[in-house]
């Protein structure tokens, strides 16, 4: 899958390196309510260019899966800021 990088020479080895943490700060900075957006951006870094539709669950499947997500937060994340901040579109 990865066999592209073993053609790379160094500075192109260098450059994909910077790529791909610049998606992954990217990713990393994102933060209030765009935590839970669909990232294709992030997937698009990588070398096979695929049509990448995820499978959506019904609502309130996904809505316990943010309740569920958030309540993670707290424990691996508890000092992170708190927003009160509506979504707004």
Same mark, same amino acid.
């Given at each position: ?8 020479? $160094?500075?192109?080895?260098? #450059? *994909?390196?910077?790529?791909? $943490?610049?998606g992954? $700060?990217?990713?990393?900075?994102? @933060?209030?309510?765009?935590? =839970?957006?669909?990232? +294709?951006?992030?997937w698009?870094?990588? +070398? *096979? ?16 899966? =943010?309740?569920?997500?958030? #309540?993670s937060?707290?424990?691996? =994340? +508890?000092?992170? +800021? $708190? @927003? ?6």
């Amino acid at each position: 899958m990865d066999s592209d990088l073993d053609t790379m020479d $160094r500075e192109q080895l260098i #450059a *994909e390196v910077k790529k791909l $943490r610049a998606g992954i $700060r990217t990713h990393r900075d994102t @933060s209030g309510h765009d935590l =839970c957006w669909y990232h +294709p951006q992030l997937w698009a870094l990588l +070398p *096979e260019k695929r049509e990448s539709v995820p499978t959506v669950p019904d609502w309130p499947q996904f809505m316990r899966g =943010c309740v569920k997500y958030r #309540a993670s937060l707290d424990t691996q =994340c +508890p000092q992170a +800021p $708190r @927003s009160q901040q509506e979504f707004e579109e």
